[in-house]
């Protein structure tokens, strides 16, 4: 018999004899009434030990959304948190701006940018490239001495949060808004330096995520709002 096998974003078949077979799990598929906008919009008006998103905000803030446009749903995702940011703090679109990896496939924020509503055509695209000097500013150094620096729009936002996939990562061992942070907005030095880490086999994944450094430098920039979602066996946002 054949089993259909998923390990982060790869998927494999196995075959295998009936007789060994011990049991077969498949994660649950999103229910068909679950909306995504609604959760987003509850989630940021009760977030996990932080006030309301629009507390956070003036209306003359800079806002920086770093966004992972491998995600499904993209739009149901970030309208809410415009519509958040904009109606309820004031901030208008203009001052918003999404940062997303400029370095992975242009089919992902091209299909954002068509999907988007016309309301939010001011709304910033800055696409960052680690190979860009210009395009990063210096944090800060980490406990070990290293030179830290991420994308220039998020740091000189007065307030940024981070949109990311959760699940498993090959390079920082698990995907979040930590990693998306660091060292994906980050230099080009901070990337090759994350991926020797993970060819070492020797690591166990507790030890790989600790020595890619992506919390403490969360934490040195201050990630204070994030969102986090998991997407189903069906390929759609299930949480």
Excluded at 87 to 97: F, H, L, P, T, Y
Excluded at 170 to 192: C, D, H, I, W, Y
Aim: glycine share 8%; with cysteine; aromatic share 6%.
């Amino acid at each position: 018999m054949k089993y259909r096998l998923s390990f982060g974003r790869a998927t494999g078949e196995l075959t295998l004899r009936e007789p060994p077979r011990m049991g077969h799990f498949v994660g649950p598929a999103r229910t068909d009434d679950f909306d995504l906008r609604g959760e987003v919009r509850r989630q940021l008006h009760d977030p996990l030990e932080a006030p309301p998103l629009y507390r956070a905000c003036t209306a003359d803030d800079r806002i920086a959304v770093v966004f992972d446009a491998s995600l499904p749903q993209g739009v149901d995702l970030l309208v809410p948190l415009f519509e958040t940011i904009a109606s309820e703090a004031g901030v208008s679109a203009s001052n918003i701006s999404v940062v997303y990896d400029a370095t992975r496939p242009a089919g992902e924020i091209d299909r954002l940018i068509d999907e988007l509503p016309d309301e939010w055509a001011d709304v910033q695209l800055v696409g960052h490239r680690p190979d860009d000097a210009q395009g990063a500013s210096y944090l800060a150094s980490t406990a070990s001495g290293k030179r830290v620096y991420l994308a220039r729009t998020v740091i000189d936002a007065d307030l940024y949060l981070v949109v990311s996939r959760i699940g498993f990562d090959s390079v920082t061992g698990r995907r979040g808004p930590s990693s998306l942070l660091f060292p994906v907005m980050s230099n080009e030095q901070a990337k090759t330096h994350a991926r020797r880490l993970a060819m070492d086999a020797r690591l166990p994944a507790d030890q790989l995520r600790l020595r890619q450094e992506s919390q403490e430098v969360s934490q040195l920039a201050g990630l204070f709002f994030a969102l986090g979602a998991s997407v189903g066996a069906d390929g759609m946002i299930d949480q």
